[in-house]
């Protein structure tokens, strides 16, 4: 394509901050630019298309039906050209950065990340352990695992398992424990949780008995299940993170019932990146070893 039918870069790299942020102003300080000047420039790129991309609104922009048809295929084209460079410049393969939440990090990846280091030993992996959300476009990440729907605008997303949840304590206190009523006698760690409710409801059970409880809460299912191993009170835990513990005797799941709210751990990254060797690598190598069964099974 002769490059007089293409756009300028400067006002295609406006669009694509602008569009990601649906702000001029957010895009003006990303780019270090006056917000007349990213005005000045969509303007250049409007013209150029011969039709409006943005609806300008009082206090806030919308993109048009043009400018959602263009936004995504101009986030792909300077993603490729990042991936490109940083190729170039040998850092392709080098470091994988993985951001997850703790619980699943302490209690699964950090098990198995050893195999995917020994069948892939040319790339480095750097692990972030957060709950918050990460934006791909602005942070040095790869891949984020976290728990959701799946449904991230602009992300591909693969489904690990279900957060599915069920009561589970250590075994001197499972030993007092014989109807799921039993389980308000004893210390509810983090009483508020909501699953608490579902999975009380789903037994049968008033959730009024858990009204005026202490509000303690300790942040992360890694801490809960830490405090009833050490017999400090029953938590609601994700089962799939704990079949060594089960298995081993540490805790005890004294019900069959468990519970979900729709929710699953996901992994997570931009869908312009998906061919990138090392999160391709990496991509590869989890849902065979998530799908792939129990030792001794």
Same mark, same amino acid.
């Given at each position: 394509?002769?490059?007089?039918?293409? &756009?300028?870069?400067?006002?295609?790299?406006?669009?694509?901050?602008?569009?990601?942020?649906?702000?001029?102003?957010?895009?003006?300080?990303?780019?270090?630019?006056?917000?007349?000047?990213?005005?000045?420039?969509? +303007?250049?790129?409007?013209?150029?298309?011969?039709?409006?991309?943005?609806?300008?609104? &009082?206090?806030?922009?919308?993109?048009?039906?043009?400018?959602?048809?263009?936004?995504?295929?101009?986030?792909?084209?300077?993603?490729?050209?990042?991936?490109?460079?940083?190729?170039?410049?040998?850092?392709?393969?080098?470091?994988?950065?993985?951001?997850?939440?703790?619980?699943?990090?302490?209690?699964?990846?950090?098990?198995?990340?050893?195999?995917?280091?020994?069948?892939?030993?040319?790339?480095?992996?750097?692990?972030?352990?957060?709950?918050?959300?990460?934006?791909?476009?602005?942070?040095?990440?790869?891949?984020?695992?976290?728990?959701?729907?799946?449904?991230?605008?602009?992300?591909?997303?693969?489904?690990?398992?279900?957060?599915?949840?069920?009561?589970?304590?250590?075994?001197?206190?499972?030993?007092?424990? +014989?109807?799921?009523?039993?389980?308000?006698?004893?210390?509810?760690?983090?009483?508020?949780?909501?699953?608490?409710?579902?999975?009380?409801?789903?037994?049968?059970?008033?959730?009024?008995?858990?009204?005026?409880?202490?509000?303690?809460?300790?942040?992360?299912?890694?801490?809960?299940?830490?405090?009833?191993?050490?017999?400090?009170?029953?938590?609601?835990?994700? +089962?799939?993170?704990?079949?060594?513990?089960?298995?081993?005797?540490?805790?005890?799941?004294?019900?069959?019932?468990?519970?979900?709210?729709?929710?699953?751990?996901?992994?997570?990254?931009?869908?312009?990146?998906?061919?990138? &060797? +090392?999160?391709?690598?990496?991509?590869?190598?989890?849902?065979?070893?998530?799908?792939?069964?129990? &030792?001794?099974?």
């Amino acid at each position: 394509m002769p490059t007089s039918e293409l &756009p300028p870069l400067a006002a295609i790299r406006v669009f694509e901050a602008a569009a990601r942020h649906l702000s001029f102003t957010r895009a003006a300080a990303e780019l270090g630019m006056t917000q007349a000047a990213v005005s000045y420039q969509i +303007k250049i790129l409007e013209e150029r298309v011969g039709a409006p991309l943005f609806l300008r609104l &009082p206090r806030q922009v919308k993109l048009t039906e043009t400018g959602a048809g263009l936004a995504p295929a101009v986030s792909d084209a300077f993603e490729q050209l990042r991936v490109a460079y940083a190729g170039a410049r040998g850092a392709g393969r080098a470091t994988l950065v993985i951001t997850t939440v703790l619980t699943f990090a302490s209690n699964w990846l950090s098990r198995h990340l050893g195999s995917f280091q020994i069948a892939n030993p040319d790339i480095a992996v750097r692990l972030d352990t957060t709950s918050r959300m990460v934006d791909f476009a602005r942070e040095e990440v790869d891949v984020a695992i976290r728990s959701g729907t799946g449904e991230w605008p602009g992300v591909a997303a693969h489904l690990l398992f279900a957060a599915d949840f069920t009561p589970m304590l250590g075994p001197k206190l499972a030993a007092r424990v +014989k109807t799921p009523a039993d389980l308000l006698e004893l210390t509810l760690l983090d009483a508020g949780d909501p699953w608490w409710r579902q999975w009380f409801t789903a037994a049968g059970l008033p959730i009024e008995a858990l009204s005026g409880r202490p509000d303690t809460r300790l942040g992360s299912q890694a801490y809960e299940a830490s405090a009833a191993m050490a017999g400090h009170g029953v938590a609601i835990l994700t +089962k799939a993170f704990y079949a060594a513990e089960i298995a081993e005797g540490r805790l005890v799941q004294p019900f069959d019932l468990v519970c979900g709210d729709g929710h699953g751990y996901w992994l997570a990254y931009p869908h312009a990146r998906r061919n990138v &060797p +090392k999160i391709r690598a990496f991509r590869d190598w989890l849902l065979a070893e998530i799908s792939a069964p129990p &030792p001794g099974r």
